[in-house]
């Protein structure tokens, strides 16, 4: 049996059909229950409910020797793990966004420019290639605020509807990365159980090029 990290929150809701069209639909709903640690039906994984930043650390870790993952939180992170599959689901963009009177050139500006972000290592090293200096502040959530009311002068942080930078008067001003949510795999699991991990890697892979859900 695999186990299986499944970030929580956003993405559960999107990985819950998927997981099922591939044939691991999880013993009991996901979204309710208090457990953190959840059967599938098939018996061949087992789902590790964790927050969807600490997800790549459990499998880097071993703890689980898969994992679903953010491509933005990967970049975050920069775990040492395999990440061979593209999911498909929770498609979004990171990006650099803020109040439309301030767009500006972002490359090799003399004064630092503050910037607010659940990312803050990508936010730094976006800047310092871009020639520009920064100052990041790490926000956890409701980044946008931090451009709205003046803490800083951009956000980096994910889009996905667009609708919570127009409702808050932020545009966007550069993008970053296409994000989306992606198999990773323990280096040392891919070795130790390949069979099971490629049974499951081709079962994504279906339920992938399938188009489900
Ligand atoms: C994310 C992100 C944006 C929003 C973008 O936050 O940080 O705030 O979603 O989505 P949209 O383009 O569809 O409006 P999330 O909902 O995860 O909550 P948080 O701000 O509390 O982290």
């Known amino acids: 049996m695999l186990r299986m990290a499944l970030p929580t929150g956003r993405m559960l809701k999107q990985a ?41 650390l459990y499998v880097e870790q071993g703890v689980a020797e898969v994992g679903v993952c953010g491509k933005d939180v990967l970049m975050e992170v920069g775990a040492d793990l395999l990440e061979p599959l593209d999911l498909g689901f929770a498609r979004c963009r990171m990006v650099v966004a803020g109040r439309p009177e ?68 932020l545009v966007v001003h550069e993008e970053i990365a296409e994000c989306s949510a992606r198999l990773a795999v323990n280096r040392a699991a891919w070795y130790a159980k390949l069979a099971e991990v490629r049974e499951l890697l081709n079962n994504l892979k279906q339920a992938v090029e399938g188009g489900k859900p």
């Not at 997981?19 to 087992?46: F, Q």
């Not at 004064?111 to 990041?136: D, I, L, N």
């Not at 931090?146 to 994910?158: E, F, K, N, P, Q």
């Open 16 to 56: 819950t059909p998927f997981l099922e069209a591939a044939g691991y639909a999880p013993a009991e709903p996901l979204s309710d229950t208090r457990k953190l640690t959840v059967p599938s039906k098939c018996g061949r994984v087992e789902y590790l409910l964790v927050k969807p930043v600490d997800a790549p």
């Open 102 to 169: 301030i767009e500006r050139k972002l490359d090799n500006l003399l004064s630092p420019v503050r910037v607010a972000s659940k990312f803050p290592r990508v936010a730094q090293h976006y800047f310092f290639k871009k020639g520009t200096p920064c100052t990041v502040f790490k926000l956890s959530g409701s980044v946008e605020i931090g451009a709205v009311l003046g803490l800083s002068h951009y956000i980096v942080d994910i889009v996905e509807t667009g609708a919570t930078l127009r409702e808050n008067g």
